[in-house]
Nanobody, 124 residues
């Protein structure tokens, strides 16, 4: 059974940083495309960042480019999302999920096996 568990969310002030973790069980994560998808209250899910399996190609939404970094630690079977210069509009539940394609895309409908999510709140 493929399972992903997110952690690392919390309350942070604008301009602050958080690092989210997505730990896999039941499979070797580095062979799969992994995406971070977020959903703000009352809004549709949005792909924030993704990391392609194998070749490691990354894509970011324009709204997070230059502030967020997705990375992978194969020894820990974990994908991270480093989030810097956080803004109130980054407030959302963040999910990691397994992508359908070898080359990642930022469309939420291209992902399955979503984790339970971790809440990120950016507020003063």
């Amino acid at each position: 059974q493929l399972e992903l568990v997110e952690s690392g969310g919390g309350l942070v002030q604008p301009g602050g940083s958080l690092r989210l973790s997505c730990t896999a069980s039941g499979f070797t994560l580095d062979l799969y495309t992994i995406g971070w998808i977020r959903q703000a209250p009352g809004k549709e899910p949005e792909g924030a960042a993704c990391l392609s399996g194998g070749n490691g190609i990354r894509f970011y939404a324009d709204s997070v480019k230059g502030r967020f970094t997705i990375s992978r630690d194969n020894a820990k079977n974990t994908v991270f999302l480093q989030m810097n210069s956080l803004k109130p509009e980054d407030t959302a539940v963040y999910y990691c999920a397994i992508g359908h394609r070898e080359l990642c895309v930022l469309y939420p409908q291209e992902y399955d096996s979503w984790g339970q999510g971790t809440q990120v709140t950016v507020s003063s």
